[in-house]
């Protein structure tokens, strides 16, 4: 099993920033693409950020180009979320995703493993 662990969610106020991270365990894990989603209460899981296996590619949604950062550390077995000028519509469950390949995928389906979700909440 590779259950991803994401953690450092939070409460933080509007414009501020906050860092996730997601410890893998696959031992492959250097070549595989990993994800970010989120879900907000009533919505449905959405793509947020994706990396390739090697960290030289990345690709966000429209609603969070130039505020997130997606980051990997491949020594590490960690991918970060590196999230700036938070807004109160970022709120929602933060989950990390493993890939099923090296490349960067948006559909949750096409990844393999999720963590539990870490919880961000931005107030006004």
């Known amino acids: 099993q590779v259950q991803p662990v994401e953690s450092g969610g939070g409460l933080v106020q509007a414009g501020g920033s906050l860092r996730l991270s997601c410890a893998a365990s696959e031992r492959s894990f250097s070549s595989l693409a990993m994800g970010w989603f989120r879900q907000a209460p009533g919505k449905e899981r959405g793509f947020v950020a994706g990396?390739?296996?090697?960290?030289?590619?990345?690709y966000y949604a429209d609603s969070v180009k130039g505020r997130l950062t997606i980051s990997r550390d491949n020594a590490k077995n960690t991918v970060y979320l590196q999230m700036n000028s938070l807004k109160p519509e970022d709120t929602a469950v933060y989950y990390c995703?493993?890939?099923?390949?090296?490349?960067?995928?948006?559909?949750?389906?096409?990844?393999?493993?999720w963590g539990q979700g870490t919880q961000v909440i931005v107030s006004s």
């Open positions: 995703a493993v890939g099923t390949g090296g490349n960067i995928r948006t559909y949750a389906f096409e990844y393999n493993y």
């Open positions: 990396i390739n296996w090697s960290g030289s590619r990345t």
